[in-house]
């Protein structure tokens, strides 16, 4: 029987207008299994990144999950790599990567603008982010992602709730075109329920417009 361990590394991307994720907390148990995939690798709505993944199939996908005494080196050389792709927006300020317990790597991206306000396409200009993240994402391809969407609390809640989805689901269909295998990424959203900041103010409401990445690598101890 495999068995699937996931300490989690977290991409946390500032996109701007009202999107999805959580800051930095733990998934629930229905999350972290929210493993999603298209058949035949096309990407027909949000219900393409909302079927439960099998270990089998996972580890089927990912062409072996790593040993468990791997996993530490695994993830420090996939921490170093997106330091490296992420340089220039970490010294400017817009990124952060952190190394937490337990093999958590956070990396935060802030002061960006993936999104305009109401709208669900990725602004032109973040690309180039995006596709730092996708290139590193692509080659440390033992994992799977979760995507979550967090948004500020201005307009209606369940109308947050849903465009923070839509957004959330607009970065793993992204990704998907970078040629990450659609069966490592899934979807969730968090509205505007997980603030970082008070929505009182207009910096506040800028860091709590976000979408994380939860990336976790997969272990096989078979």
């Given at each position: 029987m495999h068995r699937l361990l996931i300490p989690l590394v977290i991409a946390s991307m500032a996109?701007?207008?009202?999107?999805?994720?959580?800051?930095?907390?733990?998934?629930?148990?229905?999350?972290?299994?929210?493993?999603?995939?298209a058949a035949g690798g096309a990407v027909i709505g949000a219900a393409a990144y909302s079927k439960n993944r099998t270990k089998g199939a996972l580890i089927g996908a990912i062409g072996g999950g790593l040993a468990g005494s791997a996993v530490g080196a695994y993830m420090d050389n996939q921490r170093r790599d997106l330091e490296k792709n992420l340089a220039?927006?970490?010294?400017?300020?817009?990124?952060?990567v952190e190394r937490l317990a337990n093999d958590v790597?956070?990396?935060?991206?802030?002061?960006?603008?993936?999104?305009?306000?109401?709208?669900?396409?990725?602004?032109?200009?973040?690309?180039?982010?995006?596709?730092?993240?996708?290139?590193?994402?692509?080659?440390?391809?033992?994992?799977?992602?979760?995507?979550?969407?967090?948004?500020?609390?201005?307009?209606?809640?369940?109308?947050?709730?849903?465009?923070?989805?839509?957004r959330a689901l607009a970065v793993a269909r992204y990704l998907e075109s970078k040629h990450v295998n659609p069966l490592r990424l899934s979807t969730v959203g968090k509205g505007e329920s997980v603030p970082i900041e008070s929505n009182a103010t207009e910096s506040g409401r800028r860091a709590n417009r976000r979408v994380e990445i939860y990336v976790q690598p997969v272990v096989d101890n078979s």
């Open positions: 996109l701007g207008g009202c999107v999805t994720g959580e800051p930095g907390g733990p998934l629930t148990d229905s999350e972290k299994g929210a493993l999603i995939g220039r927006e970490i010294s400017a300020g817009q990124a952060r790597v956070r990396i935060t991206m802030t002061n960006q603008t993936a999104f305009d306000t109401d709208s669900t396409e990725i602004k032109p200009g973040f690309h180039s982010t995006m596709d730092k993240l996708a290139d590193v994402i692509v080659r440390y391809g033992k994992t799977t992602l979760t995507i979550a969407g967090h948004t500020d609390n201005v307009g209606a809640t369940q109308y947050n709730q849903k465009l923070s989805e839509r």
